[in-house]
C-alpha cells in the first residue's frame, strides 16, 4: 500500500530561525513529490515539485531536498518568518494510475515572535 | 480567474438530512476530486473523475455520492448526514499530465 508520513506532527520555532521537515514514502513506482502549505482555513498551494532526478530545489526560503534511493524528502525553511506558519503536506504521485495523490498528515508549523 | 470555487464555505445540518457540495473550476481541467480533511488523518479521497460523465470511488466513498454532468463542475451530495460526516471538505482540480493539484478553499460541515 502506497504511503506517506511525516515528521515531526507539530513544530515550534521563534521567528527567524531555520527548521526542516521531514518526508518518507513508499510509492511505486515514483513519479514526482510536491510539497504544498496549507494556511488556516484554506486549501493547500502547492511550492515546490522534485522529480526522480533532482535532489535539490530553491524556491525562495524554501529548500526541498530529495533521495530516491532512501526515498525521503525534507524541506527546509531558512529564517522563518509570521507568514510561515500553516501546515506543509507531502504528496506523493504514483508513476501510473496517477489519477490518485498519495497524501501525508502534514506537519503543523507555527512561527511566534 | 477564479480557479477552483466551492459552494457552501459553511454548512451546518441535522443528521439524516441531505445536502449537495458544489465545486466548480474555470481552468479547464480534466481531473476533479473531493477530499476530506479530519484533524490527524490528512486529505482523504472520497470520490474522483477523470473527465465529464465519469466518476470513481476513492478511500472514503460510503455515505457519499457524485455527479460530473458538466466538465468545470463536480457535485458531492449526502443523501443521509450522519455526525461522522462532520468534517472539511476540499474540491481539487488537475490538468492530465501535469501533477498540480489546486484546491478550493474548504467547506466546513457540522453534522449535528
Known amino acids: 500500500k502506497n504511503q506517506v508520513e511525516q515528521s515531526p506532527q507539530s513544530l515550534i520555532i521563534l521567528e527567524g530561525k531555520n527548521c526542516t521537515l521531514q518526508?518518507?514514502?513508499?510509492?511505486?513506482?515514483?513519479?514526482?513529490l510536491r510539497w504544498y502549505k496549507q494556511d488556516t482555513g484554506r486549501g493547500p498551494v502547492s511550492l515546490t515539485i522534485?522529480?526522480?532526478?533532482?535532489n535539490t530545489k530553491s524556491n525562495g526560503r524554501y529548500t526541498a531536498t530529495l533521495d530516491a534511493d532512501t526515498k525521503q524528502s525534507s524541506l527546509h525553511i531558512t529564517a522563518s518568518q509570521l507568514s510561515d506558519s500553516a501546515s506543509y503536506i507531502c504528496?506523493?504521485?504514483?508513476?501510473?494510475?496517477?489519477?490518485?495523490?498519495?497524501f501525508g498528515t502534514g506537519t503543523r508549523l507555527t512561527i511566534i515572535p | 480567474n477564479a480557479g477552483v470555487t466551492q459552494t457552501p464555505k459553511f454548512r451546518v445540518l441535522k443528521t439524516g438530512q441531505s445536502m449537495t457540495l458544489l465545486c466548480a473550476q474555470d481552468?479547464?481541467?480534466?481531473?476533479m476530486y473531493w477530499y476530506r480533511q479530519d484533524p490527524g488523518m490528512g486529505l482523504r479521497l472520497i470520490h474522483y473523475?477523470?473527465?465529464?460523465?465519469?466518476?470513481a470511488k476513492g478511500e472514503v466513498p460510503d455515505g457519499y455520492n457524485v455527479s460530473r454532468l458538466k466538465k468545470q463542475n463536480f457535485l458531492l451530495g449526502l443523501e443521509s448526514a450522519a455526525p461522522s460526516q462532520t468534517s472539511v471538505y476540499f474540491c481539487?482540480?488537475?490538468?492530465?499530465?501535469?501533477?498540480?493539484?489546486?484546491f478550493g478553499q474548504g467547506t466546513r460541515l457540522t453534522v449535528v
Open positions: 481539487a482540480s488537475r490538468q492530465t499530465g501535469s501533477t498540480e493539484a489546486f
Open positions: 518526508c518518507n514514502y513508499t510509492v511505486s513506482p515514483f513519479s514526482n
Open positions: 522534485m522529480t526522480f532526478s533532482e
Open positions: 504528496v506523493v504521485s504514483a508513476r501510473f494510475g496517477n489519477e490518485k495523490l498519495t
Open positions: 481552468m479547464n481541467h480534466e481531473y
Open positions: 473523475s477523470v473527465g465529464e460523465g465519469t466518476t
